[in-house]
């Protein structure tokens, strides 16, 4: 198992902050992207589009590169969507940041479904922020 | 793991006979039957999904034998997270095709027969099970379609298999060779049996030693010598060599194309036989594979009422009652059912415990409760969609009537609903409602996986009466000894 071995792990430390005022992860140097791996519960029963979702995360941020999950790629987060409350997708072995989503939450905390993408965001700036922290 | 397209590609290299309406069928061009080919691509469904990251987590499984990635219905269940992602599963793919994909018979069969099979070797000193974790390998890596084949022909109800005037009317070993047995009989309502690549063959009852000729277990190609289908007629199934609407689900089709299975004399290898005369485990095979087989009715039939609900939804929309209140409760009416379905499927998997094989198995009581919901509630679940869809649904003209230049502007004014709505929308939601709430789909709510009373004989065994006696006892502050029962 190889996911959550961060590739470019020393440069990024120092090269990613987040703007808290937007929830925008900026990328200082731009040679450097942080790879998210989103995984999807199966969707037996969707409150909310993941597929939409995804790829409305995949659009509008820059710097980051969001692919699904496997397990054969190094990953520096995963991102699990849940598309319903219950939030039963199976989480795989991951040795780096992860973000569970279900149709109302992040990590947890509620979430309209409206803010979703954002919460997200929000979520991804925080581990980010830890990993800044720990170093 | 294969992709529906590999699938349907590898269907066409088979040598099968399958008899239509008392012709033979080609073999190379038969999954384009427009009587069968909706049942391949729902099927196909079950390979296609396997391959999109929104839901292989459901669709996919690692292999205790080889610990590569596979299709869940080739996996052996390690734990009740994978009984629980099977249910998830049917309900799921239900949701995509409205219908049957026949898959999870084969799938339940394998998980019965692997644990039965570990349990025979270890008390008879057999080596079943290990020709069929071989056989399973070869299954998982080629990702096959293999049809779960038990129910026999039976005959004379109140006859053993032994005492039957025809003794072929249950499957039974009538030759043991060297390199293999010779049997012989028919099983029947074999669902996807003409689209799959294999059948395992199951015994349909508990024997007793006068049967042990009937107690076989084993796999064979559905093209091997000496096997022939006949496919099964279906209500209104002659809709499908015309267009499309009146078809309801004509991409899918309607339950899983069932057929009687005959078997004259086939010939099956030793590595494919999995018992062969060991009668004392045929009715621990047959209840195994049976309560599997319940297990998914609260999942694949949750789905389809999924889609009846909807599709009654949309109708009273289309026809501007959607807002009534009388609507809105029986649509309400329609969720409580279909959740109940789905309950009890979720119940009997999370109670699910480990068997000897290591294998998982479901909560047997809870399934059959489950089971035997299904042969009630979808027929309420029906009776409110066909009541809020209205009588227009099994009156309507066709869709040649529809389409043609003289009459159609007719059909087109006098079947309008609300005016901003296509009359040919509402007409497709009409059908389907028809299509899925009456003729076989019904019937195989009725009797697949066992009729209700095959369910119903289970719970004076597994409910545990004595119990809920003794506890009546002590609330009434009756001394249980003071009591002769």
């Not at chain 2, 089971?371 to 009776?383: A, G, W």
């Amino acid at each position: 198992m190889r996911a959550g071995n961060c590739r470019h792990k020393a440069k990024r430390r120092s090269d990613v902050s987040c703007s808290g005022k937007r929830n925008i992860i900026l990328i200082k140097d731009k040679g450097v992207f942080l790879r998210v791996a989103v995984k999807f519960c199966g969707n037996c029963n969707s409150h909310i589009d993941p597929g939409a979702l995804y790829t409305s995360l995949k659009e509008e941020r820059e710097g980051l590169i969001f692919d699904f999950y496997n397990d054969k790629e190094s990953f520096d987060i995963l991102l699990i969507i849940n598309s319903c409350p219950i939030g039963c997708a199976t989480s795989p072995p991951f040795y780096g940041h992860v973000v569970i989503a279900t149709s109302e939450s992040v990590d947890d905390w509620p979430a309209e479904k409206s803010q979703l993408r954002e919460a997200i965001w929000e979520a991804l700036c925080t581990r980010i922020k830890q990993e800044e922290s720990n170093k | 793991m294969n992709t529906g397209q590999d699938y349907k590609d590898s269907l066409r290299n088979r040598n099968i006979k399958v008899y239509l309406k008392g012709q033979l069928l080609d073999s190379k061009e038969l999954i384009d039957h427009p009587f069968i080919r909706g049942h391949v691509n729902s099927a196909a469904m079950t390979y296609d999904l396997a391959h999109d990251p929104l839901y292989e987590d459901l669709m996919t499984a690692t292999s205790h034998l080889t610990g590569k990635k596979i299709n869940r219905f080739t996996h052996i269940h390690q734990g009740t997270e994978d009984l629980v992602k099977k249910v998830k599963m049917l309900r799921m793919i239900s949701q995509k095709t409205g219908t049957c994909y026949q898959r999870c018979v084969g799938f339940d069969a394998v998980n019965a027969a692997y644990t039965v099979t570990y349990e025979m070797d270890k008390k008879l000193g057999t080596n079943y099970h290990e020709r069929l974790t071989a056989y399973l390998k070869n299954w998982q890596e080629n990702d096959l379609m293999v049809v779960g084949a038990m129910t026999d022909p039976k005959g004379d109800r109140s006859l053993r298999p032994s005492q039957q005037a025809d003794p072929d009317l249950f499957v039974r070993v009538v030759e043991k060779r060297d390199d293999g047995i010779v049997i012989r009989g028919a099983k029947m309502h074999m669902t996807g049996m003409v689209n799959s690549h294999e059948m395992l063959i199951m015994p349909t009852s508990a024997y007793g030693e006068e049967d042990k000729d009937y107690a076989v277990c084993c796999a064979v190609p559905v093209d091997a010598p000496g096997i022939i289908h006949i496919f099964g007629r279906q209500t209104n199934d002659d809709r499908k060599m015309e267009g499309e609407i009146d078809q309801g689900n004509a991409r899918f089709g309607t339950v899983g194309g069932e057929c009687l299975t005959v078997l004259e004399d086939v010939f099956v290898p030793w590595d494919k036989v999995f018992m062969c005369g060991e009668y004392e485990y045929a009715g621990l095979l047959v209840e195994r594979f049976a309560c599997y087989h319940r297990q998914n009715y609260g999942g694949c039939k949750g789905g389809v009422s999924d889609i009846v609900t909807g599709a009654t939804a949309v109708i009273a929309e289309m026809s501007g009652y959607g807002k009534a209140a009388h609507v809105k409760d029986k649509i309400n009416e329609m969720i409580h059912l279909t959740e109940t379905l789905y309950a009890c499927s979720i119940a009997c998997s999370a109670e699910g415990k480990k068997t000897a094989s290591g294998a998982y198995y479901v909560d047997p009581l809870l399934a059959n409760v489950g089971k035997h919901n299904v042969t009630r509630l979808i027929y309420e679940i029906d009776r409110i969609a066909q009541d809020v869809g209205g009588g227009f649904m099994a009156t309507m003209p066709s869709e040649s009537d529809l389409k043609s230049p003289e009459i159609g502007k007719y059909v087109e004014k006098y079947l309008k609903g609300v005016a901003s709505i296509p009359t040919e929308d509402r007409m497709r939601v009409a059908r389907l409602i028809e299509n899925m709430t009456g003729g076989v789909a019904l019937v195989e709510s009725m009797h697949g996986a066992g009729s209700p009373q095959a369910q119903k004989v289970m719970y004076s065994k597994l409910s545990n009466l004595e119990h809920k006696k003794k506890c009546a006892l002590e609330i009434a502050g009756i001394k249980p000894k003071d009591v002769v029962m």
